[in-house]
């Protein structure tokens, strides 16, 4: 089968069926000529549906079946995005796959809409929300809860950032050093760039992929790194990493002060299985593990932890960049259903803090509904806390995603910390 | 100007026919300010007479910086169409794809009762479909689209 069928095949179930676009490749992806060209022609679709989608409604009197959409989606995207494929190619291409997936009806169809699209650029809206909505690719009722959060601007700016190219990773200081690393980059002649959280950009590579192997270092973003931080991690301290999978944020709360203990939490089995696996590479063997439900609240926890992470489960909005079919399954609604998740999850977490602790509540999401809203309830109904500290970090080209990051302390606790 | 409160799905007053405009009064100039307010306050970008209990035959649109006042609105043209998700201030913790045309013709009288016409189209044609619909006591999810 040809890699554009595989496309299409992979798209199909995603669109029709709400396949993970991650799974989804996984299985098919052995049998593609060129895994790449399959790979960024399907991630490129999804990430550009809401643009793709406004196409169609602008070309069509009337809404093809949903297998010609998909069609015409990757077609478009070919033409528009990816300058290796000649446009006689595509449209050929895009021909054929109608034949082969039994709509031999539409192919003059797809074929005139095509040739139509290269010819023809279609307009704008001109209106500066929907407009930005096409140019982003992002949900119309999203961008404009942006405007309304942010102002224009500044939604503008962090939709249209582009995303950094280069990998961030971070020295396990269990087995290295930051000057260690940075001296075999340098001996391998490996390009790198220390970023403020003390991480380092670099190229995905072989060499880099090996050091990861061998858990000299790890990926993980800078944000990750920021949460962890904003605990103020102190020597001895006991820590709980209450929604820990993969775990990256607890195993690194260990090594940021020394005799630190931490407990990494997880609600589903397979998702503890992450955090031993990363535990495993990484040599973190100190760090206790458990299958853990955040939402009920659990006495032997009571007052025990000097710090505890909520990096509760959000939209995952600040990272959509990352996820490109992350407006295809996640929709207002939820946003709403996993605000109630949020809040359950803070009020046993502050339970947990022991007199003197604090609380991070952190989530990759730019909604306020999931961040300050959270947190402000929280205080405003639990008067002997108080929030020291909130940060609300956008998307930019430095490579920050979009999350937010908030530590609560009671307020009687103030003076001692 | 005042807040009016949002009816919520299951009031009956919601699923009824309004009835036209036909006095064109400071009256009508204040409901339709409040409810202007009303919509703003609630991050909408649509809000029709049923939805503040006043089964008459009136909407406000915005998006943005265009703004709508459609009074005993027709729609007298629609082509083309457009799938998209749309919720509604009425409804809580719903929201769904609905096909809708891409671009309309809609006949409307202004507060003061002057005729007039404007074709719209992309996302705010699908806002007046909407607002126009409730004065029918139709609801968005009634017309829920399923590829």
Known sequence: MSDIKISYEILSNIYKNKAYSSIELGKKLEYANSSKLVTKLVYGVLERDVELEYYITHMTKKRPQASVVIILKMGMYCIKYMDSMPIYAVVNNMVDLTEFIGKRQVKGFVNSFLKTFCTQKAELPTLRAPRLSVESSTPLWLVIKYIKQYGYDTAEQFLMAQSKKKEHIRVNTRLSSLDEITQKLDDMKIEYEVSPVGGLWVDNTKEIHKLFEQGLITIQSMTSMLCVQAMQIENGDKVLDMCSAPGGKGIYAQEVASNVEVVACDIHPHRVELIQSYARRMKADQIAIMEHDAMTFDPKFEGVFDKVLCDVPCSGFGVAKKKPDIYLNTTLSDVESLANVQYEILSNAVRYVAEGGCLVYSTCTLLREENYNIVGKFVKEHSEWKIEYHQQYLPNEEGYDGFFVARLRRKKDENIA | ?147
Do not use: W
């Open chain 2, 1 to 147: 100007m005042a807040l009016r409160d949002i009816v919520q799905d299951t009031q009956p007053s919601l699923r009824k026919i309004s009835r036209s405009v036909t006095t064109f009064d400071e009256k009508l100039g204040k409901l339709l300010d409040d409810m202007k307010e009303t919509m703003e306050v609630a991050d909408g970008v649509g809000l029709a007479g049923p939805q503040v209990g006043i089964n008459r035959r009136l909407a406000v649109v915005e998006v943005e910086e265009f703004y709508l006042e459609l009074i005993n609105p027709v729609i007298v043209e629609a082509s083309g169409e457009q799938i998209g998700a749309e919720g509604c201030l009425s409804v809580k913790n719903r929201y769904c794809n609905v096909k809708r045309p891409s671009k309309i013709t809609v006949q409307f009288q202004d507060r003061f009762g002057n005729h007039k016409s404007i074709t719209v189209q992309d996302f705010i044609a699908r806002a007046c479909c909407h607002e126009i619909d409730h004065l029918d006591g139709i609801l968005f999810y009634d017309k829920e689209y399923k590829d």
